[in-house]
């Protein structure tokens, strides 16, 4: 069996993602049936960490209403990591139960 090469053309930016290797084990992302190189995929769909404003591509902490990396969701005094369910809010803001006397 023969595999069939050709190129994969993003869909913003129309650089090719393949550049002709064999589909099997090709990486690109794709949205609506459109192929995207990952760059062009993280700028234009993915969401955005609260803390860092960094394209998430992993598993994110959803808290006040946002998303954040796990490494960015920190306390506004401290700057500690919030490792806990617990937390407080001062202005829209994480603090730890240690920063917050709870």
Same mark, same amino acid.
């Given at each position: 069996?023969?595999?069939?090469?050709? $190129?994969?053309?993003?869909?913003?930016? =129309?650089?090719?993602?393949? *550049? =002709?290797?064999?589909?099997?084990? #090709?990486?690109?992302?794709?949205? $609506?049936?459109?192929?995207?190189?990952? $760059?062009?995929? @993280?700028?234009?769909?993915?969401?955005?960490?609260?803390?860092?404003?960094? #394209?998430?591509?992993?598993?994110?902490?959803? #808290?006040? $209403?946002?998303?954040?990396?796990?490494?960015?969701?920190?306390? *506004?005094?401290?700057? @500690?990591?919030?490792?806990?369910?617990?937390?407080?809010?001062?202005?829209? *803001?994480?603090?730890?139960?240690?920063? #917050?006397?709870?």
């Amino acid at each position: 069996m023969k595999l069939l090469r050709t $190129d994969v053309i993003c869909g913003k930016c =129309n650089n090719p993602i393949t *550049q =002709n290797k064999a589909l099997v084990g #090709a990486s690109f992302y794709e949205r $609506d049936g459109q192929p995207y190189c990952k $760059d062009c995929f @993280e700028a234009q769909f993915a969401a955005r960490c609260a803390g860092c404003s960094k #394209a998430i591509l992993e598993k994110a902490v959803i #808290a006040l $209403d946002v998303k954040w990396h796990k490494d960015c969701f920190k306390c *506004q005094k401290c700057k @500690e990591p919030i490792s806990g369910n617990t937390f407080a809010v001062q202005d829209n *803001q994480p603090l730890c139960t240690e920063c #917050a006397g709870i």
